[in-house]
T-cell receptor
Framework: DTAVSQTPKYLVTQMGNDKSIKCEQN?????MYWYKQDSKKFLKIMFS???????INETVPNRFSPKSPDKAHLNLHINSLELGDSAVYFC???????????FGSGTQLSVL | GIQVEQSPPDLILQEGANSTLRCNFS?????LQWFHQNPWGQLINLFY???GTKQNGRLSATTVATERYSLLYISSSQTTDSGVYFC???????????FGSGTRLLVRP
């Protein structure tokens, strides 16, 4: 049983398209996150939800919109994709703000 | 905001060697975590270690919170230890973990 699973693993798309990445965790955690890893491996938080409430919203373009239908799921929708959006996007979960962080396997997004 | 610095940035070892990775942080923290990103891109949580020492097989970690640093020890390194090691601390006791830039480790057979 995968603890944090995200799909798809690879996403190749054209500029201007809209795409979604889905994430699910079966750890019973109350907090979920989206992180972005750039080509230099730098990891930066984008969003966080605690019990379906948005608690972290970093300086991310409005084209990125997270949605949490319940505390086990957190999806990321990206509108009007741009070349600069190419990166690896990781979903993660933890129990509140003091718990260990567990990552999904990542989604490598390539915008052509 | 809090700054996180890791050293060395790159490390090459011969299989069987030991190594120490360091993580310095600029403010007091209530949480510090170490992660390993393997060559396939998976991020694995190694330790949750706000203070003290923990061991897990050939890996151990020590955090000295009062002096604002943490060390990750890898003993008898194996090729499967290759990858990038990150430490991360929360900003202002919040949900927001700030990651260091990582130590890239290559273990040669």
């Amino acid at each position: 049983d995968t603890a944090v699973s995200q799909t798809p693993k690879y996403l190749v798309t054209q500029m201007g398209n809209d795409k979604s990445i889905k994430c699910e965790q079966n750890l019973g955690h109350d907090t979920m996150y989206w992180y972005k890893q750039d080509s230099k491996k730098f990891l930066k938080i984008m969003f966080s939800y605690n019990n379906k409430e948005l608690i972290i919203n970093e300086t991310v373009p409005n084209r990125f919109s997270p949605k949490s239908p319940d505390k086990a799921h957190l999806n990321l929708h990206i509108n009007s994709l741009e070349l600069g959006d190419s990166a690896v996007y990781f979903c993660a979960s933890s129990q509140a703000n003091r718990g260990q962080l567990f990552f999904g396997s990542g989604t490598q997004l390539s915008v052509l | 905001g809090i700054q996180v610095e890791q050293s060395p940035p790159d490390l090459i070892l011969q299989e069987g060697a030991n190594s120490t990775l360091r993580c310095n942080f600029s403010d007091s923290v209530n949480n510090l975590q170490w992660f390993h990103q393997n060559p396939w891109g998976q991020l694995i949580n190694l330790f949750y270690i706000p203070s003290g020492t923990k061991q897990n097989g050939r890996l151990s970690a020590t955090t000295v919170a009062t002096e604002r640093y943490s060390l990750l020890y890898i003993s008898s390194s194996q090729t499967t230890d290759s990858g990038v090691y990150f430490c991360a601390v929360p900003m202002d006791s919040s949900y927001k973990l700030i990651f260091g830039s990582g130590t890239r480790l290559l273990v040669r057979p």
